[in-house]
């Protein structure tokens, strides 16, 4: 899922002197087998409830390590904050309610259509239309129209987080401008758990305060928001962006295979061919990025 907006990561001692590809690829690692770890407690709290714990956690954690300030900001700030971690809790929510319906690996392929629709968007270049073409392909592949399909109310979630994802990208450039470090991130999270909070309860009511969920929210908060989102905003802070790009494109793929290893998942040759159509169409996108700018 979901990648960290260009901050300076603090918190977490060492990352400073860790190879900086190395970063990414445990990042991307970390996030996509916490997901999966996230869909084996669905039976028991609800994709909401699961929401709700990772996203509270990551907030508790995030706001301790970076220390916010809120007072003394600019109300436009503090708006565009809100607008933040809303986008980020719906991103949140409704990708965990879609991956409730549909393969881990068919989801965080089909999501990857935001951020692919952004980089198209902004290029100059004619030929990743034709990027934007193949990730398309893969993509209706995945959904398989004329046959036994995807679950619809999964593939409609998971589409929507796509546009959340699309949306926490600009979003996220305008609030590196307004926050310093990680404490426009910290604070972005701390409303985005509130954005699966009535339904969350709703879904788990007293599990949530049961010890061994508890838990659990806590190590899926850490492996799939605190760790990845340090791992990530560290590395792009000493890699050029397309290469860092590049490196994230691997993310279906990973999924794939955490859904394999931790949920059983296993994909037919039609599933495999639409990921690596995207993974390759989002590899292509990435490598336009000038290679001399950073995040």
Same mark, same amino acid.
Request: contains cysteine; aromatic residues 6%; neutral net charge.
């Given at each position: /899922? ?18 900086? =590809? ?8 970390? =996030? ?46 503090? @708006?565009?904050?809100?607008?933040? *971690? ?15 319906? =549909? ?10 259509? *935001? ?10 270049? @004619? ?31 998971? $589409? ?10 600009? =979003? ?43 838990? $659990? ?21 000493? /890699? ?13 793929a990973v999924a794939a295979l955490a859904g394999f290893l931790v949920l059983g998942q296993a994909l037919g040759v039609r599933d495999l061919v639409a990921i690596a159509l995207v993974v390759a169409a989002s590899a292509g996108v990435s490598r336009a990025v000038p290679a001399s700018a950073e995040a």
């Open positions: /899922m979901e990648t960290a907006s260009a901050q300076t990561a603090r918190g977490l001692p060492g990352l400073d002197r860790a190879p900086p =590809i190395g970063l990414v690829l445990c990042g991307v690692t970390s =996030i996509q087998f916490g997901a999966a770890l996230a869909a084996t407690l669905f039976d028991d709290l609800g994709a909401a409830g699961v929401s709700l714990l990772r996203l509270g956690f990551a907030a508790i954690v995030l706001t301790v390590l970076s220390r916010p300030r809120v007072r003394g900001r600019r109300p436009a700030d503090l @708006r565009l904050v809100a607008l933040f *971690g809303v986008t980020l809790g719906g991103m949140n929510l409704f990708f965990y309610e879609a991956l409730d319906r =549909i393969p881990l690996g068919v989801a965080v392929t089909i999501e990857f259509a *935001g951020p692919l629709a952004i980089a198209v968007a902004t290029s100059r270049r @004619r030929l990743d239309l034709v990027w934007a073409g193949i990730a398309a392909l893969g993509i209706v592949l995945l959904s398989n129209p004329f046959g036994a399909g995807i679950d619809g109310v999964g593939l409609v979630l998971i $589409l929507a987080a796509a546009a959340c994802w699309a949306a926490y990208i600009l =979003i996220a450039q305008r609030a590196t401008k307004a926050y310093d470090g990680s404490e426009g991130l910290a604070l972005a999270m701390v409303v985005a758990a509130l954005v699966p909070l009535v339904p969350g309860v709703l879904e788990a009511g007293s599990a949530l305060v049961r010890p061994q969920w508890i838990a $659990l929210g806590v190590v899926v908060a850490l492996a799939s928001s605190v760790i990845p989102y340090s791992l990530e905003t560290e590395a792009l802070r000493r /890699m050029p962006a397309n290469v860092f790009g590049v490196l994230m494109s691997l993310e279906p």
